[in-house]
């Protein structure tokens, strides 16, 4: 159980365009989803907290006009790189935690979209 | 800095035991987490405290201190697939988000 799909594994696309990842929880519903992002040899830094119906929370020098964040259902987060540039090729992974578990539950993660941008 | 610290590298033998730290700084602490990392892959959960002690599964058990701001994993009786990144992190806010330390690369040899 709490198996977490994210779609798709990787893209490459171009400097200038948008990109789409889709962040689902198969057999779980999940009223909060995170957004990681991972560059090489580092560690997995939070970017935003997704919540089902509402306004995602950014962390601190994270854009949100850059990265939307949409949270439309207890199943599915998107998080849309706009005008993607290079620095913004990295490793993204969406993380979830079930309706009614305790906050102090580990979160379950997807397995991540690695993003290149030419 | 995100004020959870844990060594960079660490290298130990097949079948041996070894201990990875963890040092952490928060005002609001709720739940200290070890996840395991291959290359390229998404982290996958081991082992959590919410209090203070040891918590054993199977191979692998983590210990807490919280007025220490201090946690370890314990990984036994190694094997050549534990080489993988090993990652700590403390929950914190309202939703319990997850902040990650550096993470340490443990490379287990023959």
């Known amino acids: 159980g709490a198996v977490v799909s994210q779609h798709p594994s990787w893209v490459i696309c171009k400097s200038g365009t948008s990109v789409k990842i889709e962040c689902r929880s198969l057999d779980f519903q999940a009223t909060t989803m995170f957004w990681y992002r991972q560059f090489p040899k580092q560690s997995l830094m939070l970017m935003a907290t997704?919540?089902?119906?509402?306004?995602?929370?950014?962390e601190q020098g994270v854009e949100k006009d850059k990265f939307l964040i949409n949270h439309a259902s207890l199943t599915l987060s998107t998080l849309t790189v706009t005008s993607a540039h290079p620095e913004d090729s990295s490793f993204y992974i969406c993380?979830?935690?079930?309706?009614?578990?305790?906050?102090?539950?580990?979160?379950?993660f997807g397995n991540g979209t690695r993003l290149t941008v030419t | 800095g995100q004020n959870i610290d844990q060594p960079t590298e660490m290298t130990a033998t097949e079948g041996a035991i070894v201990q990875i730290n963890c040092t952490y700084q928060t005002s609001g602490f709720n739940g200290l987490f070890w996840y395991q990392q291959h290359a390229g892959e998404a982290p996958t959960f081991l082992s959590y405290?919410?209090?203070?002690g040891l918590e054993e599964k199977g191979r692998f058990s983590s210990f807490l201190s919280r007025s220490k701001g201090y946690s370890y994993l314990l990984l036994k009786e190694l094997q050549m697939k534990d080489s993988a990144s090993y990652l700590c992190a403390y929950g914190s806010g309202g939703y319990n988000k997850l902040i990650f330390g550096a993470g340490t690369r443990l490379a287990v040899h023959p």
């Open positions: 997704s919540n089902e119906g509402s306004k995602a929370t950014y």
């Open positions: 405290n919410v209090l203070d």
């Open positions: 993380s979830a935690r079930a309706v009614g578990v305790p906050q102090n539950s580990p979160l379950h």
